[in-house]
């Protein structure tokens, strides 16, 4: 479904991705963790276009991804939701106008079919009496929910988490991580950046360690917590557990 191809990207003061090679096959879920700055998030957005590699191929679905041509960009994202750290939201509008705003205008939807979808996705997530509230009234767990719903209301095939606890203050993480596990429950395919290790080891189909820009270790949950095979993998492990 992804394919990931010797991908480099250099900042003027960094390597944040070092020839990083990684193929993501339909309804697996993909946790991808590691130090901060490891290069993670930087792979992640590069997945749809939001970051522009300097090396290497990727391809979704088997259409090469190019951040350079807008317009196969935005009908390819379409296809991927992504959910940010910070929710992305537009606080001016309702939770159901930030819904259906897309659906609408992209997709070409009806305004009471995306409605109604949208209705029927806060219903799941439990915050359909939240649907006529304006954003800015929300907690940080309702506001990521929303922004996961938002995601949804798109029918996209694949899901990009990008540390989406990580603004979280604590009681508010299991909230937005049951939606999650939920979705991993009906094999959405999902690829997702976290510093949540027991979510990780519960969730994923295989983990990514990624460190200095390069994939160190990758291996099923069960063998990557049990039995860390790389000395990095094994310190980093060492600080976290």
Same mark, same amino acid.
């Not at 990514?208 to 820009?213: R, S, W």
């Given at each position: 479904?992804?394919?990931?191809?010797?991908?480099?990207?250099?900042?003027?003061? #960094?390597?944040?991705?070092?020839? !990083? +090679?990684?193929?993501?096959?339909?309804?697996?879920?993909?946790?991808?963790?590691?130090? +901060?700055? +490891?290069?993670?998030?930087?792979?992640l957005r590069s997945i749809n276009g939001?970051? $522009?590699?300097?090396?290497?191929?990727?391809?979704?679905?088997?259409?090469?991804?190019?951040?350079?041509?807008?317009? $196969?960009?935005?009908?390819?994202?379409?296809?991927?939701?992504?959910?940010?750290?910070?929710?992305?939201?537009?606080?001016?509008?309702? #939770?159901?106008?930030?819904? @259906?705003?897309?659906?609408?205008?992209?997709?070409?939807?009806?305004?009471?079919d995306a409605k /109604?979808?949208?209705?029927?996705?806060?219903?799941?997530?439990?915050?359909?009496?939240?649907?006529?509230?304006? !954003?800015? $009234?929300?907690?940080?767990?309702?506001?990521?929910?929303?922004?996961?719903?938002? /995601?949804?209301?798109? $029918?996209?095939? %694949?899901?990009?988490?990008?540390?989406? @606890?990580?603004?979280?203050?604590?009681?508010?993480?299991?909230? !937005?991580?049951? %939606?999650?596990?939920?979705? /991993?429950?009906?094999?959405? @395919?999902? %690829?997702?950046?976290?510093?949540?290790?027991?979510?990780?080891?519960?969730? /994923?189909?295989?983990?990514?360690?990624?460190?200095?820009?390069?994939? %160190?270790?990758?291996?099923?949950?069960?063998?990557?917590?049990?039995?860390?095979?790389?000395?990095?993998?094994?310190?980093?492990? +060492?600080?976290?557990?």
């Open positions: 479904m992804i394919k990931i191809e010797h991908v480099s990207r250099h900042f003027p003061d #960094v390597v944040a991705l070092d020839d !990083v +090679s990684l193929d993501i096959e339909k309804n697996e879920i993909v946790c991808l963790i590691g130090p +901060s700055g +490891s290069g993670k998030s930087t792979l939001l970051e $522009k590699i300097d090396k290497g191929h990727i391809w979704f679905d088997e259409e090469e991804i190019d951040a350079d041509d807008e317009e $196969k960009m935005c009908r390819i994202r379409t296809k991927m939701g992504f959910v940010f750290q910070h929710f992305n939201l537009f606080p001016h509008l309702t #939770v159901m106008q930030n819904l @259906t705003l897309g659906p609408v205008e992209v997709l070409g939807e009806k305004e009471e /109604a979808n949208a209705l029927k996705l806060l219903d799941r997530v439990g915050l359909k009496d939240k649907a006529d509230q304006f !954003v800015n $009234k929300l907690s940080g767990g309702q506001k990521q929910r929303v922004a996961i719903v938002r /995601a949804l209301c798109m $029918k996209p095939e %694949v899901m990009l988490f990008d540390e989406p @606890t990580s603004a979280l203050d604590p009681e508010m993480v299991k909230e !937005v991580l049951d %939606v999650m596990r939920d979705l /991993a429950k009906e094999n959405m @395919t999902m %690829v997702i950046v976290t510093h949540e290790m027991n979510f990780a080891r519960e969730v /994923a189909s295989r983990i990514i360690f990624m460190d200095e820009g390069k994939i %160190v270790e990758e291996n099923s949950p069960e063998e990557f917590f049990r039995n860390p095979e790389e000395e990095r993998t094994k310190l980093f492990l +060492s600080k976290v557990l």
